[in-house]
């Protein structure tokens, strides 16, 4: 089994570096960051960069806490309650 450190691609810190940077750039605008993390990723994908392995795993832990930050703050008594639109 490969050490976590040897599985980091060299490439993997900077797409990480232009997505703090495009989230920066759309907090100064008064977006929330996300919007600029999803910027970049839509940027690099479309001029065919490609992510190493290190940063797939680190994409799916950062969506397991993502889902796990939302179904802690979900209600059930609030999915239940019939609402009319």
Request: without cysteine; negative net charge; charged residues 15%.
């Amino acid at each position: 089994m490969e050490s976590i450190l040897s599985s980091i691609d060299y490439k993997d810190p900077i797409w990480i570096a232009i997505a703090f940077l495009f989230g920066a750039l759309s907090r100064g605008i008064g977006l929330p960051p996300l919007v600029g993390f999803l910027i970049a990723g839509f940027v690099l994908n479309f001029f065919g960069f490609t992510n190493g392995h290190f940063l797939n795993e680190m994409a799916d832990l950062g969506i397991a806490l993502l889902l796990f930050t939302i179904g802690l703050k979900l209600k059930i008594k609030d999915l239940l309650q019939v609402e009319i639109w």
